[in-house]
């Protein structure tokens, strides 16, 4: 088991390194509004991927663990063809006015390609293909990575035009398209001697409905502390704020590959591999906590060579955030189980946590600015810990 998540974290670490590195290079070469226009942008495929997926991605997982069966991809897309003709007409109608007409073509079509590939990573878990699983993942990160490092290199060097959001745009959807290709290819003959399962919508509404809102109400949650600075403070602020938050970008990749492998484990009756897992994640915490404490230590013995090149705020939105996440990283570890045995309070820990976001954002930004949205995110992820204590506390 614990390979397996070696496996995956190690493939979702080294997309996470290599997305860290373009949109830090990108926060450095970009003027602060382009950059908060394209974080807006890069956050918004990150909303509509989970919107169209509508749940089917765990649900697939819960379902055919215990079969070891692989799904067809064209016939679960077929299945719910109505479903995405009525989601791709609302999220279009909805992004034009934010985005306008090209930006939202292109974050629809952006989307459906990275479902395709979410998917076959999908199929590969299924069969405990780990390994091959966090491959798919990678190719699709590093190549949109490069692509917007090249790209942006080559036309500030070359070019005496300013940078247009619309050329990262484009920049994303080609690398979409030749990491889905390259995946094709990578897994075609994986799948020939799997015996495939038949899906019907009956075998998945029972778990997609629950995961497929809470799944949206967590990527919201995750995000939203950007898209709040920016309609209520301003853009510049956003994408200070962005530069800072940039650094925690690991952090949902990381908890996403952890999840991946114990929703695996949890979706199947094995109360032997539960308990020892429960046990190493007492590790896990202990860990995650040593690791702030350093982190605190170090900011505080270099915090004036530190300021030199961050402001006072900048560094305290870092230490919330810090926080916060790994916080997530820790709780993430438990949640797993609540998403294969209780979809519903799943959901339900979401909609707390983004009310919470909300409501604590709202009353504290006059009075604290950008800082209040780290303070928000902190207290949404506090509201949901004590949910999930709450579930493991009374045993349901």
Known sequence: MFVNIIKVLLGNASASIVTYISLLYLSLVLPSSIYGNFTQFYYALAIVLIIIDLGLSSSLVIFLSNKLKIFSIINVINIYKFHYILLFTILYMTMNYLFGYTTSLLICSISML????????????????????????????????????????????????????????????????????????????????????????????????????????????????????????????????????????????????????????????????????????KKITIICMLIYITVLIFIFIFKEYIHTFFKYEMIAVFMVLLLAYIGALISGTYESKIMARNQKYYMLIKLVQLITIMIIFLISYKHLGVLSAAIAFLMSRISGWLMIINYHVSGK
């Open 114 to 281: 990275s479902l395709i590939n979410k998917f076959i990573s999908i199929k590969l878990q299924v069969i405990e293909k780990w390994s091959e699983s966090a491959r798919v993942i990678f190719f699709m990160t590093f190549i949109r990575s490069i692509f917007l490092i090249v790209f942006v290199y080559a036309f500030n060097k070359y070019s005496s035009e300013h940078i247009k959001i619309g050329y990262l745009e484009l920049n994303i959807l080609f690398a979409a398209l030749i990491s889905l290709f390259i995946t094709h290819i990578y897994t075609c003959q994986k799948f020939k001697e799997i015996e495939k399962e038949k899906i019907n919508k009956k075998d998945l509404n029972h778990t997609s409905i629950y995961l497929y809102f809470g799944s949206i109400l967590a990527i919201i949650c995750m995000r939203a502390d950007v898209f709040l600075i920016d309609h209520f403070i301003n853009s510049n602020s956003a994408g200070e704020y962005a530069k800072v938050s940039i650094i925690f970008f690991v952090f949902p990749m990381l908890i996403s590959s952890i999840n991946s492998v114990l929703l695996r484990y949890y979706s199947v009756d094995d109360n032997s591999s539960h308990n020892i897992l429960a046990n190493h994640l």
